[in-house]
């Protein structure tokens, strides 16, 4: 009957310690430098976004009040002759009431010629607004690397999560087993 032993090498660290009764744990020795192993992976990124845009310039103005209409005069008077007849009564309330009318009716009058100040838009500019969006990108990045060793007489090729030196040591475990 024909037997082959097979044997399995591997990282103390990344593949978990072997559990068959034949399996043990040894320390080799790093051949040469890790040569690191690049992969296209996709992740967001900020991107800075910009555009143009036209934005409102506001000045003042000043404006002079018109004349009044009669209908604001007339509004005015009776709000003043309302208010003046709740002063005095008789002939006094009669009084008050007129007086109220006529300051009613002045009142609106005096706002005549009086400068006002007015926001108004005078113009437009264009102006640069810019935001940071999140943008899926494929980008190179390190996933790995590859770290030589020799073991019995023959030199293995590892992929390793961290990059390793000449001369350094790594664990790994070798699991014997038999096969029929």
Do not use: H
């Amino acid at each position: 009957m024909n037997r082959l032993v097979s044997v399995a090498v591997g990282l103390g660290l990344s593949l978990g310690l072997a559990t068959s009764a034949n399996a043990a744990q040894v320390l080799v020795k790093v051949l040469q430098e890790s040569d690191s192993v690049s992969s296209n992976v996709i992740k967001e990124v900020p991107v800075k976004s910009c555009r143009i845009e036209q934005v409102a310039v506001y000045g003042t103005t000043s404006t002079t009040n018109a004349q009044p209409s009669v209908a604001d005069k007339a509004a005015g008077a009776i709000f003043g002759g309302l208010l003046g007849s709740q002063v005095g009564d008789g002939a006094g309330k009669d009084a008050a009431t007129l007086l109220g009318a006529i300051i009613g009716a002045e009142m609106v009058d005096g706002q005549v010629g009086k400068p006002q100040q007015q926001q108004v838009i005078t113009g437009y500019r264009n102006q640069e607004v810019c935001e940071m969006v999140m943008q899926q990108k494929t980008v190179q990045e390190i996933t790995g690397y590859k770290t030589y060793i020799e073991f019995g007489g023959q030199i293995w090729q590892l992929m390793t999560p961290i990059s390793y030196s000449k001369g350094d040591f790594v664990k790994v475990n070798i699991d014997i087993t038999m096969a029929d």
